[in-house]
Nanobody, 115 residues
Framework: VQLVESGGGLVQPGGSLRLSCAAS????????MSWHRQAPGKERELVAS????????NYAESVKGRFTISRDNNKNTVYLQMDSLKPEDTAKYYC?????????WGQGTQVTVSS
């Protein structure tokens, strides 16, 4: 099982980024997928999650209305569209799934929001 994140970078406040998480070694269609983030000196926190069918999504209060999680089961990929970015969104973003009772994480992608 491997999760590979991409799409991070440096963006100005108010800007947008789209993160991708490409999965391999298993088929995501049966599993809940989620995005987490960790800023320096802070604990890792859940940003958004999406169930296998994509019909239910959950968001951290701090990103509601600005971030959108989605999935393309045909491409075995999960996305995080991030709009109206704020400096406090600066963190390393990780993709996660629980597969066969074990948590899997990607290597993360850095998002920096700064002018």
């Amino acid at each position: 099982v491997q999760l590979v994140e991409s799409g991070g970078g440096l963006v100005q406040p108010g800007g947008s980024l789209r993160l991708s998480c490409a999965a391999s070694g298993f088929t995501i269609s049966s599993y809940e997928m989620s995005w987490h983030r960790q800023a320096p000196g802070k604990e890792r926190e859940l940003v958004a999650s999406i169930i296998s069918t994509g019909f239910r999504k959950n968001y951290a209060e701090s990103v509601k209305g600005r971030f959108t999680i989605s999935r393309d089961n045909n491409k075995n990929t999960v996305y995080l569209q991030m709009d109206s970015l704020k400096p406090e969104d600066t963190a390393k973003y990780y993709c996660n799934t629980r597969y066969k009772q074990r948590d899997y994480w990607g290597q993360g992608t850095q998002v920096t929001v700064s002018s």
